[in-house]
């Protein structure tokens, strides 16, 4: 089977698993991986491997630039203390104890390779739990929370794993060398990203060709990610920091048509990017069993046994010292921000999904030492790692569902009472925009007159409740283009303003926003 034909049926395949994953009401990720389980072992598929640098210059970068454009700055900077605990303080936990675990295990492995382990298995998804949690319903902070661990998780562990290998090639490690290391590639990351996602949206904002326009932001995430990698940053924080501006800016930035067209451009896009990955991960059994030359002893199947426990017990047992901790230690932090409940420091702590991030650092794992040694226990990284994706992207991702549910956590509402809110103040800059239009042309007093009515009673139909406070899209013919126009862009800018402010989410923004691109898409049919 050609490699062109390959890529055809996993697509294909990605299709109909998609499909099957909303009938069963299996998470389409976990259904993915356990197809391409059930795939690699048919013996007429070829044997594949994935390459490394498919996934960090092909995968990651967009996945990791979408997930960072639909987060909100706002929700991002509020939950800060609790983001850094995870992707620093866990990523660096989580290191240190598989280290010592695999160490006290398997000592001829060495500490530099057990380290490197503990770096490649210590981040999170950025796709698996968030598409769950999303899915099932939890309060809107602590869907931040996972999301903004796992954008800022992958670089914490990729420059921890950096410095692991080269500790290995060499057989040096600095710790001066290391910290100095650290903060270079974090602080030349963000910086690179900055200047990216800023120039992005100023050709963008200067542009009017909507395909041309998409594809400039499909190349946005490799315009930040290469540049950073060339100079040793951190590619990632790069590809995250670019996201969070072109998408904070986007509103201002982008035209109706523009951010309509771009988001079916971006959903498929991103969706075949994670299905074909997720099956890519699950396809990989057979190459890396092979790997260890013969069945899989009893003694491999026990390190990989207590690296899993020990992933998933570190998660676990830090939520609750770092939710509580700085609480006890900052009486005013527990005045402004209340401790959550202990149900869902359970929830989060069970969040802690591996995926494709993982695997594609295993493979990157050299072959070789600086003095032509073997890396030290490569191939038993590698069936470790898979190991601990496959035992926590499925384990925990089917078990999730029912940990929520017995939890009692819900959606708390927020984003629909901030999208009411939103509503409200955009049919407020209507009808003052409206007043403002009967000086402005007063030849057209009887359109200005009905939509002064239309807007009037959609503000009396508008109540802070989900259920009663949804107002249906107008199909009202606007003759009046300049009007109608003028109308949109008050409420356009009312609505920016709120989430500017910080009274309103991005998330709230987006739906009225959408809203009015359609209305300024049908004045134009």
């Known amino acids: 089977m050609t490699d062109i034909a390959l890529v055809v049926v996993l697509l294909f395949v990605v299709a109909l698993l998609a499909v099957a994953s909303r009938r069963v009401g299996i998470p389409y990720p976990i259904l993915m991986v356990v197809a391409g ?74 500490w530099a390779a057990a380290f ?51 500790a290995v090639v060499s057989g040096a490690f600095a710790l001066d060398r290391a910290i100095l290391s650290f903060f270079y590639v974090a602080l030349a990351g963000i910086a690179v990203g900055v200047v990216v996602g800023f120039a992005v949206s ?42 969070l501006i072109v998408g904070w800016r986007a509103p201002r930035t982008l035209g109706s048509d523009t951010r309509v067209l771009g988001s079916a451009v971006w959903q498929m896009v991103i969706f075949l990017l994670n299905g074909v990955a997720f099956i890519l991960i699950g396809l990989q059994l057979p190459s890396i069993v092979e790997r260890l030359a013969g069945p899989v002893e009893q003694e491999v199947l026990g390190i990989t046994a207590a690296v899993i426990v020990t992933v998933i017990a570190v998660r676990l047992i830090w939520v609750f010292p770092a939710t509580y ?12 921000d209340p401790s959550p409940p202990v149900r869902a420091i359970v929830v989060l702590g069970w969040t802690g999904m591996r995926g494709v991030l993982s695997l594609g650092a295993a493979l990157a794992l050299p072959r070789a030492t600086n003095a032509s040694a073997p890396f030290p226990g490569r191939d038993l990284i590698l069936f470790v790692t898979f190991a601990v994706i496959v035992a926590t992207l499925v384990g925990q991702g089917l078990t999730l569902p029912w940990v929520i549910r017995h939890s009692g956590i819900g959606d708390d509402g927020s984003v629909n009472h901030e999208e009411l809110h939103a509503r409200q103040a955009a049919n407020d800059a209507a009808l003052d925009r409206l007043v403002a239009l009967t000086t402005e042309v007063p030849g057209h007093l009887e359109l200005i007159d009905n939509l002064r009515g239309r807007y009037d009673h959609q503000t009396e139909h508008l109540v802070h409740d989900h259920e009663e406070g949804q107002v249906e899209p107008t199909q009202e013919a606007i003759d009046h283009e300049k009007i109608r126009r003028a109308v949109i862009d008050a409420q356009r800018i009312a609505v920016i303003d709120l989430r500017d402010r910080g009274v309103i989410g991005d998330e709230a923004l987006r739906r009225v926003e959408r809203d009015l691109d359609l209305e300024e898409l049908r004045m134009e049919a």
């Not at 070829?46 to 990651?60: A, I, S």
């Not at 290469?226 to 040793?232: C, D, K, Q, S």
């Open 37 to 110: 389980l059930g795939l690699g072992l048919i013996p007429i598929l070829p044997r594949l491997e994935l390459e490394p640098d498919l996934v960090f210059l092909f995968f990651l970068p967009p996945i990791l630039f979408s997930a960072a454009f639909f987060t909100s700055i706002r929700e991002f900077r509020r939950n800060i203390r609790p983001i850094s605990l995870l992707a620093i303080g866990l990523v660096l936990a989580t290191i240190g104890a598989v280290a010592l675990v695999v160490h006290g295990v398997e000592p001829e492995l060495g």
């Open 202 to 243: 100023y050709v963008i904002g200067r542009l009017h060709d909507p395909p041309v326009e998409v594809t400039i932001s499909l190349l946005a995430p490799f315009a930040a990610y290469l540049p950073a990698e060339l100079i040793g940053a951190s590619g990632v924080l790069a590809t995250v920091t670019a996201g």
């Open 116 to 166: 490197a382990l503990g770096a490649i298995v210590s981040p999170t998804d950025a796709i698996a739990a968030t598409a769950i949690a999303q899915r099932l319903g939890m309060p809107r902070r602590l869907v931040t929370i996972i999301e903004g661990e796992s954008l800022v998780n992958d670089a914490t562990a990729l420059v921890a794993y950096r410095l692991a290998v080269v």
């Open 325 to 336: 901790l700085p609480r006890l230690l900052m009486p005013g932090l527990a005045k402004r």
